[in-house]
C-alpha cells in the first residue's frame, strides 16, 4: 500500500499510457528493487561499544561480485536504529529503493529515477525480518484509482452561529 504512494522524481510525460490488457515494457513502466534485512542485535563489550563493526563497503567490490547488487549495497550501508526504551528496529525508507533501469532507460534518463523524498518511511523491521521485493510504477490518472489524484482529502465542520433576540 505505501508502495504505490511514493512520488517518483520524473516527468509522467515521457512514459506511454498502459492499459490493463497491455505488456509491460521499458516504455510505460519504472522498475524498483528493495532487499533489506535487518540483522540480530549487536553485542557490547566491557566498554559499551558494538563488538560487531559493520565494514565499508564500495562500488567496486559490488562491480566486481555477480552475488551482489546495488540493492545490496545500499541496504549493507545502513545500520539499525537502537533507542533505550524502544526495541531494536531498522527503519526502511523510500530513499532505499533502488532503480533497476528497463531497455533503454538508462540513456533516456541518465541522472536516474529515484522518489521525490528519500526519507518517506516504508516500514520498520525487527530483528532476522526481510524485506526483498521487485516494484514495477506505471503511470495512471485520478479516474482509474485515487492514488493517482494529486489532492489530499478535504474535511470541513459547520460552525453554527446563535443569536439571542430577547434576553
Given at each position: ?125 525487527r530483528p532476522g525480518q ?38
Open positions: 500500500h505505501r508502495l504505490g504512494l511514493i512520488p517518483l522524481d520524473i516527468d509522467a510525460r515521457l512514459f506511454d499510457d498502459i492499459e490493463d490488457e497491455d505488456e509491460a515494457t521499458d516504455r510505460n513502466t519504472v522498475v524498483f528493487e528493495l532487499k533489506v534485512t535487518c540483522p540480530a542485535k549487536p553485542k557490547k563489550d566491557e566498554k559499551g561499544a558494538d563488538e560487531i563493526k559493520v565494514a565499508e563497503i564500495d562500488e567496486e567490490i559490488v562491480a566486481n561480485n555477480p552475488h551482489l547488487d546495488r540493492a545490496t549495497l545500499a541496504a549493507a550501508k545502513k545500520q539499525a536504529i537502537e533507542t533505550p526504551g524502544r526495541p531494536y528496529t531498522k527503519h526502511v525508507y523510500s530513499g532505499d529503493l533502488t532503480w533497476v533501469p528497463q531497455g533503454d532507460q538508462e540513456e533516456r534518463f541518465p541522472k536516474g529515477i529515484k522518489p521525490v523524498h528519500d526519507d518517506i518511511l516504508i516500514a520498520k523491521l526481510t524485506i526483498e521485493l521487485e516494484a514495477h510504477g506505471r503511470k495512471g490518472i485520478g479516474k482509474d484509482h485515487a492514488k493517482y489524484s494529486p489532492v489530499a482529502t478535504a474535511c470541513y465542520r459547520l460552525f453554527t452561529q446563535v443569536e439571542l433576540v430577547e434576553p
